[in-house]
């Protein structure tokens, strides 16, 4: 593929599921030695940890002294064990170097499910503070 034929792919649907379905395709490759698909891991890996680090960052989730504990909730395809490249792991190494109180979870349930239980435990402690007064 050329250039400039993966420039048009790239950018006729630039849907992030579309760009991450290659992930399986670069972790082989980087597994087989590929030094372009193990950067381009390395950078993915960078870029996905400074994004978390600016939002603990901007939430002050670290505490005025960086060493809040905090949950980081891993979900997501890319975030799943792949073989030799972990990309979740690496994420959660570089962030834990700057923030030590960074507390992963892989949740057992899907994000909308773990939404509406969140929402539910919220109402049910509300309906018994009311029931309590």
Not at 50 to 79: I, T, W, Y
């Amino acid at each position: 593929m050329s250039s400039n034929s993966a420039q048009r792919w790239t950018y006729a649907d630039p849907s992030w599921a579309r760009i991450a379905e290659l992930l399986p395709t670069v972790i082989i490759s980087a597994e087989a030695g590929d030094e372009v698909a193990n950067e381009i891991l390395h950078e993915s890996v960078l870029e996905l940890a400074d994004s978390v680090k600016a939002v603990v960052q901007r939430l002050g989730l670290c505490g005025e002294d960086g060493n809040d504990h905090f949950p980081l909730v891993m979900v997501g395809g890319v975030l799943e064990a792949n073989r030799r490249w972990d990309i979740g792991k690496e994420v959660i190494n570089c962030i834990s170097k700057v923030y030590p109180g960074t507390r992963p979870i892989r949740p057992k349930v899907e994000p909308a499910i773990g939404a509406a239980l969140l929402a539910w435990n919220c109402l049910m402690r509300e309906l018994q503070g009311d029931s309590d007064t």
